[in-house]
């Protein structure tokens, strides 16, 4: 794999990672916003297992056998759009409300670090880049 494409998956792979992290951001607040909202059931938002299956080079896949069938795993970034989830109340009490704020807040800091985590990797990539470009100076 030449330095070219090796940089365009990485800065595939951080953008794809940013979009996902962003959509489970929306996931998360929606929750939060309808905490009280009597019915509502919470939402999660999975895309972790599509992106390792989407990067693992390794290992089985299933193939389908005719053009037509549809993918059963992702095989490229484009692919991975993450699934959502819905979280009926079980509790049998109260308005049936599925929202657990305490839970909802630690996703958002999860989320969030992790959303900064791919924004400083992304940045270091590009000063690399320019860099290089510059002539190391």
Sequence with gaps: MSGIQ?????TQLL?????LR???QQ??????ANA???????????????????LSENGLRP?????????LTPTNLDQVT????TKKDATGIGDQNSVSVDQEMIKLSEN??????????????LSLIKYAANGGA
């Design 15 to 19: 953008q794809k990672v940013l979009d």
């Design 82 to 85: 993450g699934t959502i989830n």
């Design 112 to 125: 969030q670090i992790l959303y900064e985590t791919a924004i400083t990797m992304l940045n270091k990539k």
């Design 6 to 10: 090796q940089f365009d998956t990485t």
């Design 36 to 54: 009280e909202t009597p019915g509502y059931s919470a939402q999660s938002f999975t895309f972790e297992d599509q992106l390792k299956n989407a």
């Design 63 to 71: 193939v389908s056998t005719q053009p037509n069938h549809m993918p």
């Design 22 to 24: 962003s959509k489970n």
């Design 27 to 32: 996931v998360i607040g929606a929750n939060i």
